[in-house]
């Protein structure tokens, strides 16, 4: 079945600087990979996702690369703001019920 | 519109109870969810219904779990003798669609049991 590894938090950034969260998945097949976002006080909500290979999915200011060579689909912010701050999660799946939810990243960005 | 509600939003109670929470899919949702998500953990799937149809509960981690969905819109997650272990977020998300569709969560009941 598909697993994923996430980058453990916390992180703490100040406003402006450069985010990366790493996620790492194991998989039979060629799933698709997500993203979701955790707001404080709110559901978690998708953030991105690329469905193949070399795909580049972007949202919010936010991107991800679908890499099958490495297994990969870190995700990547060129300046954060302060409303950034949430819980982001990596999934891999075929998407509905059966995507696997890694442990989350708690990123706290200070302004 | 209106997206997933749940409630209540915070439910303590004792162990050996029993509780019930309600999700209120998106109108018009086919597909609705339930997933547990223990303290610093990603949510973990619980059970699927496409309609009123639970076509999936191989995440109920035991027999005191229940779940419906009696009318195809709204549905109750009960569970049964509550135990420690069992406390936890339970998120609802619904989809339009079937299950590979993108998912619209809840909020989440917390549930904390004493």
């Known amino acids: 079945g598909n697993s994923v590894t996430q980058m453990e938090g916390p992180v703490t950034l100040s406003e402006e600087a450069f985010l990366t969260i790493n996620c790492t998945y194991t998989?039979?097949?060629?799933?698709?990979l997500f993203w979701y976002v955790q707001y404080p006080g709110e559901g978690l909500q998708l953030l991105l996702k690329?469905?193949?290979?070399?795909d580049k999915g972007s949202n919010k200011g936010f991107e991800a690369t679908y890499r099958k060579e490495t297994t990969s689909f870190h995700l990547e912010k060129g300046s954060v703001q302060v409303s950034d701050s949430a819980v982001y999660f990596c999934?891999?799946?075929?998407?509905?019920?059966?995507?696997?939810f890694g442990a989350g990243t708690r990123l706290f960005v200070k302004a | 519109g209106a997206g997933v509600s749940q409630s209540p939003s915070n439910k303590v109670t004792e162990k050996g109870k029993d509780v019930e929470l309600r999700c209120d899919p998106i109108?018009?949702?086919?597909?609705l969810f339930w997933y547990q998500q223990a303290l610093g953990q990603g949510p973990e799937f619980l059970t699927y219904?496409?309609?009123?149809?639970?076509?999936?509960k191989s995440g109920l981690p035991s027999d005191r779990f229940f779940a419906e969905r009696p009318e195809g819109s709204v549905s109750t997650l009960k569970i049964q003798r509550t135990q420690q272990e069992d406390s936890a977020v339970y998120l609802c998300a619904s989809s339009l669609g079937g299950g590979a569709d993108t998912q619209y969560f809840g909020p989440g009941t917390r549930l904390t049991v004493l």
């Open positions: 219904f496409q309609n009123e149809a639970q076509l999936d």
């Open positions: 998989a039979t097949g060629y799933p698709s």
């Open positions: 109108s018009g949702h086919v597909s």
């Open positions: 690329a469905t193949k290979a070399d």
């Open positions: 999934a891999p799946g075929p998407g509905g019920f059966k995507t696997i």
